[in-house]
């Protein structure tokens, strides 16, 4: 086989084929509409980019924005595993808990962002509230999945070997739900940047979905476009660091591939 | 019901009435176990609404319950939550059926998957909302753009899935479609397609849940009617009150929209061999 057939035969260059082709498509797309605040082409975007980086308006409002949600997303996976553990051991606990968990697991997150704003007004703290709300119950939820999972042989074994309820809890219980707090963290991340993003954009006067959502009423659209690449990038790699994560703590907590 | 030596519960020998049967142990234990955390959660509303001591921030259960009822009797609420669902429908399953299609051709062949896995796992982590004002620009304020974004977050969700699920097909499966001599398109359409049924209801109904929180945000920044403008109104006009009404509102169409979805999967998902599940 020759080097060229199998470089066609791999998936990277179909990717890197496709991609190619899709950026050619945008170009030739742009130059027909005519008007570029209705469609940048790549160009003005990569030099849309450029501005916002060596002005230092894109990292310093990513930054911003990052600090936030992982502000919120700490204190929501907090008390989602704490909350977590709680209805997921005690029956009693979860009976009360269930209906709230329920009914406000389905109230979107981006909600919370108005009574937020009049409880603590304009700034970070309803961005922080929003993400953390995005990220509680999923990680509850998770939790306690992942506590109603564990075999009751594991335990039961730990309690013949004379395992004092914290022990049990510390050595046991709480090794095996590792995997299952790591995925709902994976989820949740993703919630609390978009709740955070899109909290930015009604709740706060800075941040980078602030500043894009200000890029789009002014017509800036080519910054919008950088903005939109840049947070999916980011979004990526947030994730890959996850399934690294995972495939590292593979070995000691039986984590399952995927 | 009596339970036999052996553990087992076997059925009751007289037949009951109707209303016999409305007051069985079951349906007390049942309605116990919602009132009470019912209750609960009303007194800590109640403590928690003295403890602020704030009535036009915090309004309590009685005051917003009240206005509850008064904006879904005399005003605005229920138009509200239809506005947001037809947007919400709509967008989700054009995007449902967009996502179904990218799925098949990720899932069909592995140089397609590559070309487009790279845009859907690209896409998708940007969050939909983002593209809020590019859809503001290209479309306007109107319906079309909501419906563009709710299509634009329930896609990749259903493509993931979509693809997992055509690839994750038993090989037998296609084996005996091959034996019985189906064309390629014909196994892709005809065996693929149907197998991957359940992930493809997995991915619709997270989608969903996204729907909704893409739309309220939308309504939010650009419309007149809808859940979100009902929030977003009570924020401006510092009224709380509307604004967990709304929210009220929201937690309902959540949870009956969820329900709706997972009776439907338990209802037209057999065929497709979809588990029950009760999540």
Redesign the interface.
Known sequence: MTLGRRALDSSMAWAVLAVLVGIGAWQVLSTIVVQSFLFPSAWQTLDAFRAMWSSGELTHNLALTGYRVALGAAAGSATGVALGFLVGVNRYVRSIADPYVNYLRSIAAIAWVSPAVVWFGIGKMPIIFVAGYATLFVVLINTAAGVAHIPSDRIRMAKSFGASPLQAFRDVIFPSVVPFIMTGLRIAIGAAVMAGVAGEMVGSNSGIGYVLYQDGLFLRSANVFAGLIVLGVIGFCIDRCFVFLQRAMFRRYELAHD | MTRSWAGAATEPRERRSAALRMIRPTYWVRGI??L???G??LLFWIWLEHYVNLPL??PGPVPTLERFWNLTVHGPLLGAVWASLIRILVGFFAGSAVGVLVGLAMGAS??????????V???R??????????V???FGAGQNGKFFLIAYTSIFVVAINTAVGVTAIPPDKLRMGRTFGASWWQILFLVRLPASAPYIFTGMRIAL?NA??TI??AE??ASTNG??YL??S??NF?D?KE??S??IA??????VA?YAFRRAIDKFGGRFSVKREY?
């Open positions: 176990s919602y009470v955390p019912a609960l959660g921030l915090f592995r140089r397609s998957g590559a070309a487009f896995g790279a845009y796992h690209f896409l982590f940007i969050p939909p909302i983002v593209w809020f004002p590019v503001l620009l290209w849940g909704i929180a309220v945000l939010m920044l859940i979100g929030l977003v009570g924020q510092l709380p604004t967990f709304a929210m929201l937690g309902f169409v959540g949870v969820d999540t």
